[in-house]
Antibody, heavy 118, light 108 residues
Framework: QVQLVESGGGVVQPGRSLRLSCAAS????????MHWVRQAPGKGLEWVAV????????YYADSVKGRFTISRDNSRNTLYLQMNSLRSDDTAVYFC???????????WGQGTLVIVSS | EIVLTQSPGTLSLSPGERATLSCGAS???????LAWYQQKPGQAPRLLIY???SRATGIPDRFSGSGSGTDFTLTISRLEPEDFAVYYC?????????FGPGTKVDIK
């Protein structure tokens, strides 16, 4: 069955960096686009970034552009989110999700919590 | 960037009633690439509808989607106890996959 397991969350000081990982199994990882979506405590969903199945394209929300980088290693079935210059408003649960080409995310992980605080 | 709005913010209904949720876009969504998700507390979102009107795998037929262009609707024909949750629309017709702010369906 499809499984997506996020890791790497934790408490980090403002201005510092953190890298999230998403381990995929149960499907052909190299055939699917992958997204990061976040949810601040008590708030709605915010799309963060997407990467094409082959890594050829990446797109970002304006709120993270220039600070976050999405990447993937198809040989390791793993998605990454490198987060630099973290701010308090980056505090959220970060979900990874897979998406077929020209389709919305259909399977989601359970999320990893990132808290940006001094 | 396409901005999505959802109404109402909260919908208070009883089990068995019909729920009608709206999602509006600031510009036309290409190919009607509009999805609906359900989210319960502490859980990841669950895809319900894609392409504005196609049900995702395993979604009961009491959930239906309609609309095109800039105006979309999610209808739950008869609310079951497990349907009380927050519902989000998302557009995936541009390179910025924005979500709406959500509609909470709670028990009256």
């Amino acid at each position: 069955q499809v499984q997506l397991v996020e890791s790497g969350g934790g408490v980090v000081q403002p201005g510092r960096s953190l890298r999230l990982s998403c381990a995929a199994s149960g499907f052909s990882f190299r055939s699917f686009g992958m997204h990061w979506v976040r949810q601040a405590p008590g708030k709605g969903l915010e799309w963060v970034a997407v990467i094409w199945y082959d890594g050829s394209n990446e797109y970002y929300a304006d709120s993270v552009k220039g600070r976050f980088t999405i990447s993937r290693d198809n040989s390791r079935n793993t998605l990454y989110l490198q987060m630099n210059s973290l701010r308090s408003d980056d505090t959220a649960v970060y979900f990874c999700a897979r998406a077929p080409l020209w389709a919305p995310p259909d399977y989601w992980g359970q999320g990893t919590l990132v808290i940006v605080s001094s | 960037e396409i901005v999505l709005t959802q109404s109402p913010g909260t919908l208070s209904l009883s089990p068995g009633e019909r729920a009608t949720l709206s999602c509006g876009a600031s510009q036309t969504i290409s190919n009607n690439y509009l999805a609906w998700y359900q989210q319960k507390p502490g859980q990841a979102p669950r895809l319900l509808i894609y392409g504005a009107s196609s049900r995702a795998t395993g979604i009961p037929d009491r959930f239906s989607g309609s609309g095109s262009g800039t105006d979309f609707t999610l209808t739950i024909s008869r609310l079951e106890p497990e349907d009380f949750a927050v519902y989000y629309c998302q557009q995936y017709g541009s390179s910025s996959f924005t979500f709406g702010p959500g509609t909470k369906v709670d028990i009256k």
